[in-house]
C-alpha cells in the first residue's frame, strides 16, 4: 500500500516538475523572442541614424537658404540639392525617400526645402506602372507645409543631433522609419533638417522568420514532452526497482 502511494505521489513529481520546467522554457523563449526583435530593431535604427548624420554633412547650407518658394525650382541651387538627395538615396541601403525640411513661424509645421523626387520624370515617378503621375507619388516642393503634430522627432531632436523615430510606419508606401540629422552652415547653425525614409520590411519579415511564435510555441511544447518522458521514464525504473526488490 506504501509503495502505491509512493509511486502515486512519484508521479505527481514529475508532472509537476515537467509542467515547472515547461514554464521556465516559456519564459526564457519569450524573453529571447522580445529580446531579438529589441536587437534587430534598435540595429535598423542605428544604422538609419548613422546614414543620415553622415549624409547630413553632404549638404550645402546655402543651397538650403536659397530656397524660399516653388519659383526657386528652376534655380542651379535646388538642382544641386535635388541631385544631393538622390546621391544619398542612391547610395543608402532600403532608403525610399530623401528631403529637407526647414522650422516656420509654427512650431507644429515645417515646410519642405527640397525632395528627391521634386525633379522626377514620369518614368521615375510612376510607381505603380499606370502611367500618370498620382498625387502619392508626387515629390514635396519648396514651401509646402508639413504638419509634425504626431511626430516628436522632428519637433526638436532633428535639429539638434541625428535621431530616429521611435516607431515604424505603415501607409500606402509601406512600412517605412525614419530618420533626420540637422544640416548645420559655416559657423554650426542649424538651417534644416535632412530626413530620410528607410523601408522596413526586410526587417519585419526577418525578424519574423527568425523569432516566430509558432516556432516559439513548437520549442516549448517539445520541451514539456521531452521532460515528461524523462520523468515517467524515471518513475518506470522506480517501479521496476521496487517490484524486483519485491
Do not use: C
Not at 542605428?46 to 543651397?63: K, M, V, W
Not at 518658394?69 to 534655380?75: A, C, L, N, Q
Not at 504638419?147 to 516628436?152: F, H, K, L, R, V
Not at 514539456?224 to 522506480?238: C, E, F, G, K, P
Amino acid at each position: 500500500m506504501r509503495t502505491s502511494v509512493s509511486f502515486k505521489n512519484s508521479g505527481r513529481r514529475a508532472i509537476a516538475l515537467s509542467v515547472v520546467v515547461g514554464l521556465m522554457v516559456m519564459g526564457l523563449g519569450w524573453y529571447f523572442w522580445v529580446r531579438g526583435q529589441m536587437i534587430l530593431r534598435e540595429e535598423l535604427r542605428t544604422r538609419l541614424q548613422n546614414t543620415a548624420g553622415i549624409s547630413a554633412l553632404l549638404i550645402n547650407s546655402e543651397d538650403v537658404e536659397a530656397i524660399r518658394s516653388p519659383e526657386h525650382m528652376d534655380t542651379p541651387a535646388f538642382h544641386r540639392l535635388v541631385d544631393t538627395l538622390k546621391e544619398i538615396r542612391s547610395q543608402s541601403d532600403h532608403v525610399r525617400f530623401a528631403y529637407i525640411m526647414r522650422k516656420t513661424y509654427d512650431p507644429m509645421i515645417l515646410e519642405f526645402v527640397a525632395d528627391a523626387d521634386a525633379l522626377g520624370t514620369l518614368e521615375e515617378l510612376d510607381t505603380n506602372g499606370n502611367g500618370m503621375v498620382d498625387a502619392d507619388e508626387e515629390g514635396s516642393h519648396p514651401g509646402e507645409l508639413y504638419d509634425i503634430t504626431e511626430m516628436p522627432a522632428l519637433q526638436g531632436p532633428a535639429f539638434i543631433e541625428p535621431t530616429v523615430d521611435q516607431e515604424f510606419t505603415k501607409d500606402q508606401w509601406g512600412i517605412l522609419i525614419s530618420g533626420y540629422a540637422p544640416i548645420r552652415d559655416d559657423v554650426g547653425r542649424v538651417v534644416a533638417t535632412l530626413g530620410l525614409d528607410m523601408r522596413a520590411e526586410q526587417f519585419v519579415s526577418l525578424s519574423s522568420r527568425i523569432f516566430s511564435p509558432v516556432v516559439l510555441l513548437l520549442v516549448v511544447l517539445l520541451s514539456i514532452v521531452v521532460v515528461a518522458l524523462i520523468q515517467w521514464d524515471s518513475v518506470q525504473r522506480r517501479m521496476a526497482s521496487a517490484a524486483f526488490m519485491s
